[in-house]
């Protein structure tokens, strides 16, 4: 519905490597890339790696 890529069933190196893309504004800074700009800034609300696994880790944990 929202446009985005399934997250459940993704490998987990790979989503911790969107997430900190997001987080450093390698991804989702283009002001053409509103969903983007979205997951950007929900991954600035993330403290640290730790943070961003345990994210991950939620993730894992849905079905696919």
């Known amino acids: 519905a929202l446009g985005a890529p399934p997250l459940a069933g993704q490998h ?4 911790v490597a969107q997430l900190r893309k997001f987080h ?3 991804r989702g ?7 983007g700009a979205q ?6 609300t993330l403290a640290d790696s730790v943070a961003m ?3 991950v880790s939620y993730v894992k ?3 696919h």
């Open 39 to 44: 997951m950007r800034a929900m991954s600035m």
């Open 24 to 26: 450093s504004g390698m």
């Open 53 to 55: 696994h345990d994210v």
């Open 12 to 15: 987990d190196w790979y989503l």
């Open 29 to 35: 800074a283009s002001p053409e890339d509103i969903t």
């Open 61 to 63: 944990s849905l079905p």
